[in-house]
């Protein structure tokens, strides 16, 4: 049987900053890509209630705890895959709000195979403990992230983890120790920066710009990377968000 190539996009869509000036970008980029697998960060009711209007064809988790609608959600095609169960990990995330690491366990249909899908958004740079101390609480919560992917992961089970590690080096130098390798990386090619957009995220001249890959997509080696990128997508002088998306393609065996 042939491998099933899956495509998945993970995106930090901004909260609700400057939304009437950006949703129908968002609605664009999501028609357009249409992405199997999505993984969200600082989703809102109303991202939330304009992404169920757009992929139709596509399921989330529903849960009652405010944190699967004010921080993060898993969207996916419902003819490829079923819900097995879902959680939200608390990992220490230091960030006021309900970040999580929020995950899902999916059926692959026509098949006995699962996969595991997990998100997260950690602490960002200018936190002020972090200001304050030097030292960065994302190398802790991304060890507790790492300790909760290897206790939830099945034998055989692909696992692909995604989201805003707000941290171009220790997140993703950690994840790749624990055999979680970046798309990017598993193809040999460069991460490009995935923020901040300009001019959508609204930087006022002489401010201080950002350039930077903080956005990561990694998975375990029971998926086979096919392609990676970083899609630069505007529509009516607009950007979806402040954050570029992160796109892969995976191979999964049946």
Sequence with gaps: MHPLRISLITYNIWSDHRWDFRKDALQQFLEIFAPDILCLQELQADSRELIDETLLSHRRVEDDFQGWTTESNVYWRESLFSEIEHGAEDVGIKEAGLRRLYWVRLKVADSDRS???GTAHLTHQRHPEECKTGQSPRVAETRRIVEELKRLNRKREALFFMGDMNDPVHPPNMLASAGYTSCFAALG??????FKVYPTAGVAPGALPITQCVDWLVANDEARAVSASTPHFFHDDAAPSDHW???????LPL
């Excluded at 090619?189 to 995935?194: K, L």
């Excluded at 998306?245 to 191979?251: K, L, S």
Aim: negative net charge; without cysteine; charged residues 5%.
């Design 115 to 117: 996969i595991l899908v």
């Design 189 to 194: 090619i460069a991460a490009a920066p995935t």
């Design 245 to 251: 998306p992160v796109q892969a393609v995976y191979e």
